[in-house]
């Protein structure tokens, strides 16, 4: 049943025992799956929120407002 409703969605899947199951076509999707490497520069962790001069100068704009 998840196997149908993934593929009928269009939606990436994150549990690996339906993503087994999914056909070639929907796995090597670019736009549902991208690759790591285009992923990786859009991680924003705790440690860039903290140490970001930009990001807490706009924090204390938007709090002070």
């Given amino acids: 049943m998840a196997v149908k409703e993934h593929i009928a969605n269009g939606a990436p899947c994150t549990d690996a025992r339906v ?12 736009i549902l799956y991208p ?24 924090m204390a704009r938007f709090k002070s407002a």
Avoid: H, I, Q, Y
């Fill in 19 to 30: 993503n087994a199951l999914l056909p070639k076509e929907v796995l090597e999707n670019p």
């Fill in 35 to 58: 690759a790591a490497d285009l992923l990786s520069p859009l991680e924003f962790g705790a440690a860039a929120t903290l140490t970001d001069p930009g990001r807490a100068e706009l």
